[in-house]
């Protein structure tokens, strides 16, 4: 035989035929509240999750859940090796089996080639702008006179 049960609102605690009472909303839904305390604090607009003793209160703070669940098993995630944009994955393998000294040598080269090429370029700049310096000519201002500073040093 099954016995008809609800559930209380406040509390969740089972309520059996004949035990508690049902309270009508404004909005016209039957609350059911088992005993006067959950009647009393349900009109005091009471949170049942503040409440220790209720159902809310144990959910929220993972009471009696220990003995029901156990943990899930983490699997481990394997290392997929992917090929990056410059280099297919094959190079990644190869510079990865090089032994560091050797790379060490390639980055220390690589270096100093770059470093030659900044020098060139610098040469290559302050021998072309030697070569469009005007010889010696005087910028005049607005009434003819040629600036002094300017008749000394050259132009800059």
């Known amino acids: 035989m099954v ?7 406040l509390s969740e605690y089972k309520i059996y035929p004949g035990n508690g009472k049902m309270f009508i909303r404004r909005d016209g839904k039957p609350v059911f509240l088992g005993s006067s305390k959950a009647y009393s604090l349900t009109l005091q607009r009471k949170k049942p999750a503040k409440l220790v003793w209720t159902q809310a209160w144990r959910r929220l703070h993972k009471k009696g859940l220990s003995e029901t669940t156990a943990r899930k098993k983490s699997r481990k995630r394997s ?3 992917r090929a990056v944009v410059g280099l297919s994955l094959d190079d990644i393998k190869k510079r990865a089996a090089q032994k560091p ?3 060490n040598a390639q980055r220390e080269a690589a270096l100093k080639e770059v470093k030659t090429r900044k ?3 610098k040469q290559a700049k302050v021998t072309a702008g030697r070569s469009n310096r005007s010889g010696g000519k ?3 201002n607005s009434r003819g006179q040629g ?7 050259g132009l800059r």
Do not use: S
């Not at 600036?147 to 040093?153: D, I, M, P, S, T």
């Open 101 to 103: 000294e050797f790379r």
């Open 119 to 121: 020098i060139n370029n």
């Open 79 to 81: 290392k997929v090796q």
């Open 147 to 153: 600036n002094k500073v300017n008749k000394k040093a």
């Open 3 to 9: 016995i008809a049960t609800e559930l209380c609102a």
């Open 138 to 140: 005087a910028i005049q």
